[in-house]
C-alpha cells in the first residue's frame, strides 16, 4: 500500500491489508505506517502512495478507485497536511511501469510496461518521462478496443482488450471450456504444468490476444523494449512464446525491424513500491 522513503532507500514495511471501509480509514493506515517506521527509528523524508485507480496530473487526487472507496479524494494532499511530508500518489501500474524502468541493465528512449493480472493496464516511459496523458489516463490499454462488439466489461464498453487477454478472461474461458466452474487462475496454472490440453489451449489464446494487442502498441509507441508483469507472468512459460510468434506476425516482415525486445519483469510484486519511492524522492526539497 506505501513505501516510505528514508535516506533515499526504500523500506518496505510488510504486507498488511488496505482498507476498504472509508478514506480516512485509509488515511490512518498510512499515518500507522509511518509511525511504524519512525518507533524502528527510521527517518521517512517523504511518502509514495501507490493506488490501483484513476490518478489525476497533479499526483495526489484520486479521481476513480473502483476497488477502494476513493472518488475525486485528494489523498495527497490529506496526508501532506496530516504528515507534514512531501506526499507523491501515483497509478499502481504506472509505479510499476516505473520501477521496472529503473531496474533496466540499461536506459531507453522508449520503454513500455504491459501488466497482466486480473485486468490489464499500461504504462509508457519516453526519455526518462512516464507519460501520463493530459487528464493522468494515458495507457488505459485493457480498455482498447480488441474486439469490435466483443465481450462486455466493467467500463462499460464492449470488446476491451481484457476481455481477453487477462487472467480473469483465462481463468473464465477454461472454465467455460472445461465445465470447471470452481477453478482459480492457480488451478488453471497446475493443470497447464500437467499437459491439460483445455488449460494449455486457455493459455495459448491468452499469448494470441496478447500478441495481437502488442502489436498495436508497437505501432503506436515503437518501443526499445516491452516488458510483461503482473500475476499472470509467472506462468508466461505457456503463453510468452506465442504472444512473441502473433507479435512478429501481426507486424509482419516489412515491419521486422519494429518487433520489440520482449522480457518479464524482474521486480515482481515489488515493482510498484520501487517505482513510487523513486518518484516520491522528487517531492523532496533541494539542497
Known sequence: MAAVVAAGTTHPL?????????????EDAVVDALDAARAAGRRPASIGLSVAGLVETDRSTVALAPNLPLREHDLGGRLRARTGLPVVVENDVNAAGW?????????????LVVMVGTGLGGAFVADGHLVRGVAGLAMEVGHLVHEVDGAGCGCGGRGCWEQ???GTALVQGVRRTA????????????????????????????????GEGL?????????EVVTLGGGVA????????????VLAARLGPNRAFLVPELRLSVL????????VADLALDRLPVG
Open 234 to 245: 509467472r506462468s508466461a512459460g505457456h503463453f510468452l512464446g506465442r504472444a512473441r510468434q
Open 179 to 210: 465445465g470447471a466452474a470452481g477453478w482459480t487462475g492457480r488451478d488453471v496454472q497446475a493443470a497447464a504444468d500437467r499437459g491439460d490440453p483445455v488449460a494449455l489451449a486457455g493459455f495459448a489464446g491468452l499469448g494470441e490476444a496478447l
Open 99 to 111: 520501477g521496472e524502468y529503473l531496474a533496466l541493465p540499461a536506459p531507453v528512449s522508449s520503454y
Open 14 to 26: 510488510g504486507e498488511r491489508p488496505t482498507p476498504t471501509d472509508g478514506a480516512a480509514a485509509i
Open 268 to 275: 515482481g510484486p515489488v515493482a510498484a513500491l520501487t517505482g
Open 164 to 166: 481477453y487477454a487477462s
Open 215 to 223: 502489436a498495436d502498441l508497437v505501432l503506436l509507441t515503437n518501443p
